[in-house]
């Protein structure tokens, strides 16, 4: 009920911002036309001066990330355990916190001072950035109890929950960004800029370039989606930032004030951002593809173990970050005994626990007999099967002669136009091959 509510409200949310996604895609494009033509001297010097950028910008929130304690990504290592990652989320959580906090009072305090919507705008939404990290820590810690009777998987889905609420405060920034842009272009006002002004904004974009890269560097080395989501979220500010600086210049030397309109492409290009996020956490909730990197090598581990001629059904359930429970079949011969079929299923269990830090929770078993006139009527029916271009794979295949029943599992691609019309006609055809034969074939789902 819930997945088909969230499906239901994914679909109508999609359709609505539809408009307002294409005229930020356009825009986006014909930006980058006009960049890409007018100033690709400027973007090779930004190229060539990256590094000395970034170090600059990491220079100004260095005393913060010192007051805290927080870790930047290459101090953390690779392999850490709840209780760590928790407190490198929380600490770098508390560099967003004090630095944003810091910017919104400043900013505020210039915005009054310079008469200029703009900053003040951007001061609202770096107060905002100070609240996302808040939730952050909140989600971060609950997401860290212990498993109970009810939530026997812990509750580590609560992070998908934050990062939700992260991207509404996205979303929030750019619409009134955007209703704050257009009433300044009804009701314009001139701003007074400074020279000490235009210092502190360009100090204040630094400071949200260091807060992205940390943000990110440091969310994807712990798996922290919501730190991930308020990374990307300094990254727009600090566009939003530099937009405003630009057009504080261009008044300043030409007394054309642009600051309102360049505030009304920046905000639906925060907006669409903010809702990508939200989609993006909506298909972690309602469970996406697991990550074929991953699938390709537990399945590589699963084979390299004697006696195992193939892995399928892979499936991972994600109960959030570093939180995976798993099943999977495996094709063995099929004069195994039980006792070998056991031990071979636990030294799976802990191999994969071990290397890849995923539970395998079921092993399921698909034998292959190697006698002559099963082997030659699997081959028969595998050739009938990948006759059909649209069969990804098929596995699992069993002869039952005394009861004459025959097994096969197989996955037809998704992108084909009617997958059940396919598979009834690879069943007929092979029963008209095979018409003693009674076929319990099933139509897998590609995972």
Do not use: W
Request: glycine share 6%; aromatic share 6%; hydrophobic share 45%.
């Amino acid at each position: 009920m819930v997945g088909d509510t969230i499906k239901s409200f994914k679909k109508v949310a999609s359709g609505a911002i539809e408009p307002v996604k294409r005229i930020a895609d356009d825009t986006t494009e014909q930006v980058r036309r006009i960049a890409d033509g007018t100033i690709e001297p400027v973007r090779n010097f930004v190229d060539d001066n990256l590094e000395p950028v970034n170090r600059l910008a990491d220079g100004t929130i260095m005393p913060i990330r010192f007051l805290t304690g927080s870790k930047s990504a290459d101090d953390i290592p690779d392999k850490i355990d709840m209780e760590y990652r928790e407190k490198i989320v929380v600490r770098t959580s508390l560099v967003g916190i004090i630095a944003n906090i810091l910017l919104a009072a400043v900013k505020a305090l210039l915005g009054l001072l310079t008469n200029s919507i703009a900053i003040t705008l951007d001061a609202v939404n770096n107060f905002t950035d100070a609240l996302s990290s808040v939730v952050t820590i909140i989600g971060t810690k609950l997401a860290g109890k212990e498993p109970d009777k009810n939530h026997p998987f812990g509750y580590g889905r609560i992070e998908y929950l934050t990062t939700m609420i992260i991207s509404a405060i996205i979303v929030y920034a750019g619409i009134t960004a955007l209703i704050d842009s257009v009433e300044k272009i009804l009701e314009p006002e001139e701003a007074t800029y400074s020279a000490l002004s235009l210092g502190i904004m360009f100090v204040a974009i630094l400071m949200k370039i260091a807060l992205g890269n940390h943000f990110q560097s440091v969310g994807k080395k712990v798996n922290s989606s919501a730190l991930v989501a308020s990374g990307k979220d300094a990254y727009y500010d600090s566009l939003l930032s530099t937009s405003v600086l630009l057009s504080a210049i261009i008044f300043m030397a030409f007394g054309i004030s642009l600051e309102a309109y360049v505030g009304i492409l920046i905000a639906i290009f925060i907006a669409k951002a903010g809702l990508e996020l939200i989609f993006e956490a909506l298909d972690d909730i309602l469970g996406r593809r697991a990550d074929n990197e991953l699938v390709e090598e537990i399945k590589k581990t699963i084979c390299e173990e004697e006696n195992v001629n193939g892995a399928y059904d892979l499936i991972l359930h994600s109960y959030g970050p570093n939180r995976i429970v798993g099943s999977v079949h495996v094709e063995v011969p099929g004069d195994m005994t039980a006792v070998e079929l056991d031990t071979m299923q636990r030294r799976i269990v802990r191999r994969v626990a071990e290397k890849h830090k995923v539970l395998i929770a079921a092993v399921g078993i698909y034998t292959i007999d190697n006698n002559p006139r099963a082997k030659a009527i699997r081959d028969t029916v595998l050739d009938i099967v990948f006759s059909h271009p649209e069969v990804i794979q098929a596995h699992g295949f069993r002869l039952d002669p005394v009861k004459r029943v025959m097994n096969l599992d197989m996955i037809i691609d998704y992108n084909a136009k009617d997958r059940d019309s396919i598979f009834e006609q690879i069943k007929a055809e092979v029963q008209e091959k095979y018409p003693y034969y009674t076929l319990e074939f099933v139509l897998d789902i590609d995972i």
